[in-house]
């Protein structure tokens, strides 16, 4: 194998490994947005059971208070219909009464009914509540882990991008022009293996001449289908 290409493949390796940790550490902020989201809904529908808690709450002192109402509207009602001495008068201050005495059966009922929703209510924050608590412990573990996870991929990033910047001082610039070209435009390997006559990047079969200029080593060969610069496969 030429000299410079047993190189350009290590460097090539440290460059693969870059894009990978690159690519790796993209995908960070993204799985932070993704807990911290994760976070807030947990957070949100313990929240919402509360705000639910405290409506039911509302609810019930307004119907305590329709209740109240009603029962000093009956209160007056009756000593109204104490004092008079005129019989319809006395009746329809009864029908009254009843109406209102009928509305706080009714009012009740519905207090009854706020009483079960507030028990269910309440049961279902405290499970709620559990639930939040683990999930806040887990995304807690989860983001630690993935701040220990960022600083080694920042800390191997910088490794292989020194080690990559000593690789490239070693080769001629021409070279490395060509090989960076190829590098960035096919998006995987600019430097492949010649296998059975094929070039494994394109996998196309390259001439008999370009597969014997490449097992000769003398030369920097490159594959006449996609221009990836080519070896022979030991």
């Not at 219909?81 to 201050?93: C, G, I, P, S």
Request: aromatic share 2%; with cysteine.
């Amino acid at each position: 194998m030429h000299p410079e290409l047993e190189q350009l493949l290590i460097l090539q390796d440290r460059q693969q490994k870059i894009r990978q940790i690159q690519s790796e550490i993209e995908t960070v902020p993204l799985r932070r947005t993704s807990l911290e989201a994760q976070l807030a809904a947990s957070a949100s529908a313990v929240d919402a059971l509360k705000q639910k808690a405290r409506q039911v709450e509302v609810d019930r002192k307004r119907l305590e208070l329709d209740v109240g109402t009603r029962t000093e509207s009956i209160s007056r009602l009756k000593t109204q219909q104490y004092q008079t001495r005129k019989n319809d008068e006395f009746q329809a201050l009864g029908h009254e009464i009843e109406r209102y005495e009928n509305e706080i059966r009714k009012i009740e009922d519905q207090e009854l009914e706020l009483m079960v929703q507030a028990d269910t209510v309440k049961a279902d924050l405290v499970e709620e509540e559990k639930k939040a608590a683990s999930v806040k412990e887990s995304i807690a573990r989860q983001t630690a882990d993935l701040d220990e996870k960022s600083k080694a991929l920042q800390s191997r990033l910088e490794e292989l991008t020194r080690e990559r910047a000593e690789l490239a001082t070693k080769i001629d610039e021409d070279l490395l022009s060509r090989f960076e070209r190829l590098f960035n435009s096919k998006g995987d390997a600019a430097i492949v293996a010649i296998e059975h006559g094929v070039c494994t990047g394109c996998h196309m079969k390259v001439t008999s001449a370009t597969s014997a200029s490449a097992r000769a080593g003398k030369e920097i060969v490159s594959c006449e289908n996609c221009g990836r610069i080519l070896y022979e496969a030991p």
